[in-house]
């Protein structure tokens, strides 16, 4: 993957000096007041109303404290059913806007939820009336640090804006954060600045004794340059800060009702495993409560979120091409992780030439992008000319449809770069690649579908049906729509006798294991081994309906 740019010149000094007012004691000071429980009336689950307008106006007073800014309130209304049928509620958001120099116009928001929800205690879910709920780490974590970042970032003279933000109802399904970023299709913002990232704080205390690396940073493709930032910056901010990037990561935290709006955010998290998932084994539970906390590795954290800021405020004008800017999209899937396709499949390669820096470059300057289509058959360009040069913290993209024809079955790489001119550059940002497979069509599969197409009841009941010309052998692997396998089967296991003709083997068969598939898109992968042949892949899609 291509660098970022050089620490030395994206304003690292401004990080580091930001990321040292961040106070460990302040951190534990708002973890223990949030999650203490005196009574047990004393909660933060959101539909509690009078319980967590305490917290909502103690959080309101002590952030407008922090910024010297008037904190606003965003109430909204809404039902959950299964707690409480035929009831409505109301929630609150809570935000402090700390006005910039007005050098560049957007805001950065630094957010958390401060709602919280025990329900993997048992019996709590049907008592939750009456039962607490103290969310140290879930997200007492994450409030604490936006607090301390707002309190290290007063005095800072940012050429943005940063708002500060805490979401409630995120623990019944993202509900003040989409709250927020619905608002941007109505108004372009509910705070009045156009948006350059989301910078989310969710579970930073738990740490596992085995654990390689200090934190997560969950992204996906929209916000790639955002996390490639954060992880060129971390070194600078602290050497011995370990953060690994998930990208695509799960939507399952406030960031990804930004993600529903292509938004730039990221959330900041303890380590994870591999995939994402959460780890901590008390998330949830009455179990979650101070004495599970590693507040050295949540002041490491918070340290992260308030020096990227810092170092994003200082940084010069630099026209880039990052890794995570060079995007394959595909059809109603938009961008996609995917990497393998078929001839008649049309992609788009989209480049996106981004400013790095937090200023706008000199008057005259510009760039030059070149990308270019390598395989078996020689060097196609795509793409030749100049492109605007974008303004701080902005990006100008480049398009370009790309129909998969037979000279480019086999395996392809795009190369793009740029040249620029009229300023300053850093050379070791200007270029990417990426690879991609094309299958040819097999001539001996007519036709594959899973049947019915939407599966509406459980998955072993559907069967799935292949029309062969003759006899072959046959594999399947099935995916959900974030790429991760969910089952496979072959012919020599489980499919029985396949012959010439229509074959329809029942998914009860073929995948013994699996009986339900949550509700979605998913995409199966049939491979097949013709006699003398290279084996040839065809690729298919079907929905579930629960």
């Given at each position: ?18 990321a ?49 800014v008037?904190?606003?309130?965003f ?25 910039g ?162 938004i ?60 995570s ?27 996106r030439?981004?400013?790095i ?32 040069a ?6 100008s ?34 270029s ?100 003398g ?14």
């Amino acid at each position: 993957p291509t660098a970022p740019g050089s620490s030395a010149r994206r304003g690292a000094g401004l990080g580091r000096t930001a990321a040292a007012a961040v106070s460990r004691d302040s951190l534990l000071a708002m973890v223990r007041f949030l999650s203490t429980n005196r009574a047990a009336d004393s909660t933060r689950f959101v539909l509690r109303e009078s319980s967590i307008e305490v917290i909502t106006d103690s959080l309101a007073a002590r952030l407008a404290r922090y910024t010297g800014v008037p904190v606003e309130r965003f109430p909204f209304r809404f039902t959950r059913a299964y707690f409480a049928p035929e009831s409505t509620y109301t929630a609150v958001n809570i935000a402090s806007r700390l006005p910039g120099n007005g050098s560049l116009p957007g805001a950065i928001l630094v957010t958390a939820h401060y709602d919280c929800i025990s329900a993997h205690t048992p019996g709590w879910s049907s008592h939750w009336q009456t039962r607490p709920s103290p969310g140290a780490d879930d997200n007492a974590t994450g409030v604490a640090a936006v607090m301390e970042a707002a309190r290290a970032l007063r005095s800072a003279n940012l050429p943005f804006s940063v708002i500060f933000a805490l979401f409630s109802g995120e623990e019944l399904g993202l509900l003040g954060s989409e709250y927020v970023a619905d608002s941007v299709v109505v108004n372009g913002s509910l705070f009045g600045d156009r948006i350059i990232g989301v910078l989310n704080c969710d579970m930073l205390g738990y740490h596992r004794a085995d654990a390689t690396v200090t934190g997560c940073v969950m992204s996906n493709y929209d916000s790639g340059w955002l996390s490639d930032l954060i992880g060129a910056a971390a070194p600078a901010i602290d050497p011995d800060l370990a953060l690994r990037i998930i990208n695509p990561a799960p939507s399952n935290s406030d960031h990804g009702s930004f993600w529903a709006h292509s938004i730039a955010a990221v959330s900041f998290i303890e380590p994870l495993a591999q995939s994402g998932v959460i780890e901590n084994p008390v998330y949830h539970s009455l179990a979650d409560t101070i004495g599970t906390i590693d507040f050295g590795q949540t002041e490491r954290i918070t340290r992260a979120v308030v020096g990227f800021i810092g170092e994003l405020a200082g940084a010069p004008p630099e026209i880039s091409l990052l890794q995570s800017d060079l995007l394959l999209n595909f059809g109603r899937q938009g961008i996609t992780g995917r990497r393998s396709f078929f001839v008649g499949d049309t992609l788009a390669v989209r480049a996106r030439v981004r400013n790095i820096g937090a200023r706008n470059g000199p008057q005259g300057a510009g760039a030059t992008l070149r990308i270019s289509l390598e395989n078996s058959t020689g060097t196609r360009v795509l793409f030749a000319g100049s492109v605007a040069a974008p303004g701080a913290l902005s990006a100008s993209e480049v398009v370009i449809p790309l129909v998969l024809t037979e000279p480019l079955a086999g395996e392809n790489m795009v190369k793009a770069s740029i040249t620029v001119s009229g300023m300053e550059n850093d050379p070791t940002n200007d270029s990417a690649e990426l690879d991609f497979d094309v299958e040819g069509r097999n001539p001996l599969v007519l036709m594959h579908a899973f049947e019915p197409n939407p599966i509406t009841g459980p998955f072993a009941s559907a069967h799935f049906c292949v029309n062969l010309v003759q006899a072959l052998p046959l594999a399947i692997e099935l995916y959900n729509i974030e790429g991760e396998r969910v089952a496979s089967s072959s012919s020599e296991r489980r499919w029985g006798e396949l012959h010439a003709g229509l074959n329809c083997v029942p998914c009860s068969q073929l995948f013994p294991g699996t009986g339900r598939l949550a509700s979605g898109v998913y995409i199966y992968r049939l491979i097949s081994s013709p006699p003398g042949a290279p084996r040839v892949a065809s690729i298919g899609r079907f929905a579930v309906q629960n």
